[in-house]
């Protein structure tokens, strides 16, 4: 009585949607992006000039800019998090009762929105009344009148702890989780063979949850890479374009100067760029363990 | 022996240090915001705890000259009708992916989850035109449809992954008393697959009550969610931060709330579903 077609009927809503929502759009996308369109000349897509627009990028100086913006930006942020992460893993892997209330509420920062976030630090980064900027100047006096979102270096600086702020958490408790499924043994074993902590992490630990690090390096390489609401919020791609990542500047491109056709390229090199790197290290993890 | 001890007392008091360090850095930027949501207007611009609560501010962003309580309306009718349809689609093509033998399974599971790897403003240039030669711009419709493509991919995968875990068992027995298949899913599978799509409903409830982009884009008036109208707090003199951060904690306590009730199986689900 099973009907052949049953699983096809139950999996049809879900990829017909899908389909409509996602691969529809971005073969139109595509199209898009080999055709002449501004939005404010025309509601009609313009005439069809074939990669014009992809070869335009590369002799665009703010393409250029956005490209060096967002290799910055996410080299930068995945290093700082997914380190920051681990130390916050190990000191949060204990089983201590405050460490575990600590690990209960740790998501927290990761459930607030990073518009929100993105406005709260431009508030508290102000140099007039900012609490951050208060601190720093008090432990770190040469400091204290730098206005952080006002210059290119600090602003950039600014974004990249917001970034690692927003994904610390999460990060954190994918490594805690890891961590701590570790099987005790190994480190009774380490103990009583007279290992320090810096060995026991680095032979033991390290090597242990490196399926973890290159899943977390993925993940957070492409949300680096496709952060936008607070780089919105926090500095708006300023001062001048010097924190206009990619994903800006083609929000920018469509969007305040209704370029279509040329900010739909610009959308399908970050794509490109983003799968390109995603199945470079998806081949890593399937392979397993080269990593030396 | 009391070097040893010595040691194990340093190494206690570092550990310390590094943890009081990393609640610092996660939860002050929280609690100042809190605390400058019941600031009055002077004392926003000064970094001084001591100051004379007050709940003017939430008085004021839900007067009438913000109008605070249709945004959030808003985004409730976003959240709400984006589940509504996410949930039944996303079961549905979970327990067939669970439970089936489909061609290209694992192609097709990893094509679902590549939907998400794709800057999503690629998609939303071509949806921009054609809400706007539908009149669908500035409408809560337009968000709902771009919001499902960022759901129903997560749903899937957090529901597969705890289906896959359920015993099949249950349902064999249940086919043999002659019950339909789809009476099945809603008997067995659905009350025993249930953190699983606690799990999802929440995670998907974050992404679509935080999203921020497709609402910046495609509404401007009328349809405007919560994290878009964040920014109309701005008065003569720039931001108007204490009523902003009255408006902001109202704005996240949800997920906040939510989030924290399905912690363990969210990192566990998310981990697992990288893994395999």
């Known amino acids: ?16 949607i899908m389909g ?14 080999l055709h002449e369109w501004n939005l404010t000349e025309s509601l009609e897509i313009g005439s069809f000039i074939g990669f014009d627009n992809y070869v335009r990028a590369f002799s665009d100086a703010n393409f250029w800019n956005s490209a060096w913006v967002t290799l910055i930006f996410t080299v930068a942020t ?8 681990i130390l916050v893993a190990l000191l949060l892997s204990k089983e201590k009762p405050y460490i575990s209330y600590l690990r209960a509420v740790l998501i927290i920062p990761f459930a607030l929105s990073p518009a929100l976030v993105g406005y709260s630090w431009r508030f508290m980064l102000n140099p007039d009344y900012g609490v951050f900027s208060a601190i720093i100047g008090f432990f770190i006096p040469p400091l204290a009148d730098v206005v952080w979102l006002g210059n290119a270096v600090t602003a950039m600086i600014a974004l990249i702890s917001v970034a690692v702020w927003i994904w610390l958490p999460f990060m954190s408790l994918m490594f805690i989780s890891g961590i701590m499924g570790l099987p005790k043994e190994v480190y009774e074993a380490a103990k009583m063979d007279g290992a320090n902590g810096f060995q026991t992490f680095f032979r033991i630990t390290l090597p242990m949850i490196q399926p973890i690090v290159l899943i977390a390096t993925i993940l957070m390489t492409m949300f680096a890479l496709k952060q936008f609401d607070p780089i919105v919020t926090l500095t708006s791609g300023g001062p001048g374009n010097s924190t206009e990542v990619l994903n800006f500047l083609v929000y920018n491109t469509s969007f305040r100067y209704f370029d279509m056709g040329y900010g739909a390229a610009l959308g399908y090199i970050l794509a490109i760029i983003t799968v390109a790197f995603v199945l470079v290290y998806m081949r890593k993890l399937v392979k397993g363990d080269d990593w030396n | 022996m009391n070097t040893v001890k010595r040691k194990k007392v340093i190494y206690s008091v570092f550990e310390l240090i590094g943890v009081l360090l990393v609640v610092t850095f996660l939860f002050f930027p929280i609690l100042w915001i809190l605390l ?9 611009y000064s970094i001084s705890v001591i100051f004379e609560p007050t709940l003017d501010n939430f008085r004021r962003i839900f007067s009438s000259a913000y109008n605070f309580e249709n945004y959030y309306m808003n985004s409730l009718i976003v959240v709400f009708f984006t589940l509504i349809i996410t949930l039944p689609v996303s079961i549905l093509a979970a327990y067939s992916i669970s439970r089936f033998k489909i061609p290209g399974k694992t192609l097709l599971m990893f094509a679902i989850l590549a939907t998400q790897f794709i800057p999503l403003i690629v998609n939303v240039i ?5 809400f706007r030669n539908w009149g669908l711009l500035d409408t809560t419709i337009a968000l709902i449809i771009v919001n499902l493509g960022h759901t129903i991919p997560y749903a899937i995968w957090l529901i597969k992954g705890f289906m ?17 298949r789809l009476r099945i899913i809603w008997n067995i599978v659905l009350p025993m697959a249930k953190p699983g799509i606690i799990t999802a409903t929440v995670f998907c409830f974050v992404v679509v009550w935080n999203e921020f982009m497709f609402a910046l884009i495609l509404t401007s008036q009328e349809a405007v969610t919560l994290p878009v109208a964040l920014s109309y707090f701005v008065g003569e003199n720039g931001v108007i931060w204490n009523e902003m951060a009255a408006a902001g904690i109202i704005y996240v306590i949800p997920t906040i709330i939510f989030m924290l009730i399905v912690r363990k199986q969210f990192v566990k689900g998310m981990s697992a579903g990288a893994i395999k």
Do not use: H, Q
């Open chain 2, 164 to 180: 896959d875990s359920i015993p099949k068992d249950m349902e064999e027995a249940g086919a043999i008393d002659g019950a339909s």
């Open chain 2, 36 to 44: 400058t949501a019941f600031k009055s207007g002077e004392d926003v």
């Open chain 1, 20 to 33: 409509a929502i996602t691969i529809f759009p971005l073969a139109r996308s595509l199209w898009i992006s």
């Open chain 1, 78 to 85: 995945v290093v700082a998090t997914i380190v920051c992460a």
């Open chain 1, 1 to 16: 009585m099973e009907n052949r077609f049953f699983k096809y009927i139950l999996l049809a809503p879900a990829l017909l």
């Open chain 2, 126 to 130: 071509p949806f921009f035109s054609a």
